[in-house]
């Protein structure tokens, strides 16, 4: 039984979705635990205590950070959206209070980075956030977005 969306207008909503998408995100950076290598001291006379020549000196640790910039539309949640559900006869909210937390809509990329091991933090127009929910995924006629909640930190 033939659709009722052929594949060409199926591709033609796809590519609007992405433009959209282009045309209103903007980029994030995700920083992942950093990588933690060990340096080890060779044995000599210079690093041993006085005393103790044969002991091994612990390593040293070196961290490297692993960070990536992705693009992302964002949503800031305020009292608004909270309003709206209990109040519906008021036309506008009087004011908006940002209660600290947001959305954002990303692409696959950014969702398999972001669940690639740990996220330290993520850096949204010079605020910094972390990650609140795991992924909730968003599909329409072949276009599939990610969304996460984030709260902003302290």
Same mark, same amino acid.
């Given at each position: 039984m033939a659709g009722f969306v052929s594949d060409s %207008?199926? =591709?033609? #909503?796809v590519a609007v979705f992405?433009? /959209?998408f282009d045309t209103w995100s903007r980029n994030i950076i995700i920083f992942k635990e950093p990588l933690k290598t060990a340096i080890p001291i060779p044995p000599s006379?210079? +690093? +041993?205590?006085f005393g103790f020549e044969d002991q091994q000196q612990d390593p040293i640790y070196t961290y490297?950070? $692993?960070s990536g910039i992705y693009p992302a539309i964002i949503k800031y949640m305020d009292i608004e959206s909270n309003l709206s559900m209990s =109040?519906? @006869?008021l036309p506008e909210p009087l004011f908006h209070v940002y209660a600290g937390h *947001?959305? *954002? $809509? #990303? $692409?696959?990329?950014?969702r398999d980075y972001l669940n690639d091991g740990p996220t330290d933090r993520i850096i949204v127009d010079n605020r910094t956030y @972390?990650? %609140? /929910?795991?992924e909730r995924k968003q599909t329409y006629m072949g276009s599939e977005y990610y969304i996460f909640t984030l709260r902003k930190t302290q």
């Open positions: %207008e199926k =591709a033609g #909503v992405s433009g /959209s006379q210079d +690093n +041993n205590l490297t950070l $692993k =109040a519906p @006869l *947001i959305s *954002i $809509k #990303v $692409k696959r990329d950014c @972390l990650q %609140e /929910s795991d």
